[in-house]
């Protein structure tokens, strides 16, 4: 994957973290694959929405769903649940339905809906507690509901060392600075003490709106256009977290 070289791989950990003393993380698209484990569940809520082929790829194209991945930066993968039902409800209606129905189909849709594998992007788990046991920080910013982040977290085997967790469903979300402000404040760090990892543009711009460091993640379903839009963004780039510690 040919990527910008104004943005320098990031290969001296020790230079770029020199300062830090606690690092967030992104989720879905960072600590786990974002299509491997949404893709199959918003398929199935399209196809649940829409009878007609039509309906479904206009539907899919408003919400960020392809073939066979969620499109970076793309609603489904970034925004919340909340704000991706708001888009599919206000898609219904303008369709003709009436708007209490539609809320009522989402729902019943998600309920049904299935996830697919919590695939770890690279050693997780050993990785975070690497990082802990040096005296980092740990927290994890995203947009998906506290409840499933929480039993995602658990199983991928890190939920012990997370001590700041901030979710689509809070009061403030990404890309809002206050999400990553409000961590450094119960951490008692100031921005620059703090290191951002994600893999989205809203990422970055929630890191820069904030004043902390962000290392852009371009995992294994990222597309050259998606992974050179955010390694732009960015102050150094990696493959999977593992690159954070010292081999």
């Keep these: 994957m040919n990527l910008p070289v104004a943005v320098k791989r990031l290969v001296d950990r020790r230079e770029l973290l020199a300062p830090i003393r606690g690092i967030v993380f992104d989720k879905?698209?960072?600590?786990?694959?974002?299509?491997?484990?949404?893709?199959?569940?918003?398929?199935h809520i399209v196809n649940e929405l829409c009878d007609d082929l039509d309906d479904r790829i206009a539907l899919s194209v408003v919400l960020g769903v392809r073939d066979d991945h969620l499109v970076a930066d793309g609603p489904a993968a970034v925004k919340s649940e909340a704000e991706v039902k708001s888009l599919a409800v206000a898609?219904?209606?303008?369709?003709?339905?009436q708007a209490e129905r539609a809320s009522r189909r989402?729902?019943?849709?998600?309920?049904?809906?299935?996830?697919?594998?919590?695939?770890?992007?690279?050693?997780?788990?050993?990785?975070?507690?690497?990082l802990a046991a040096a005296g980092y920080q740990?927290?994890?910013?995203?947009?998906?509901?506290?409840?499933?982040?929480?039993?995602?977290?658990?199983?991928?085997?890190?939920?012990?060392?997370?001590?700041a967790l901030r979710c689509g469903d809070d009061e403030t979300i990404k890309p809002s600075p206050q999400v990553l402000l409000g961590i450094g404040e119960a951490w008692s760090l100031t921005p620059p003490q703090i290191l951002f990892v994600g893999d989205s543009l809203q990422d970055a711009e929630t890191a820069r709106a904030a004043g902390c460091l962000f290392v852009a993640l371009v995992g294994p379903?990222?597309?050259?256009?998606?992974?050179?839009?955010?390694?732009?963004a960015s102050d150094a780039w990696i493959q999977s977290i593992d690159e954070l510690i010292e081999t």
């Design 91 to 97: 898609y219904l209606v303008d369709r003709g339905w």
């Design 106 to 130: 989402y729902d019943a849709a998600c309920v049904t809906a299935p996830f697919g594998p919590l695939t770890p992007i690279g050693d997780v788990a050993g990785t975070m507690r690497s």
């Design 28 to 43: 879905d698209g960072t600590l786990a694959d974002l299509s491997a484990r949404w893709f199959p569940l918003f398929v």
């Design 221 to 232: 379903g990222s597309s050259p256009v998606a992974a050179n839009t955010v390694v732009v």
């Design 138 to 163: 740990l927290g994890v910013a995203t947009s998906d509901s506290r409840a499933n982040t929480v039993a995602e977290l658990d199983e991928l085997g890190i939920a012990n060392i997370i001590s």
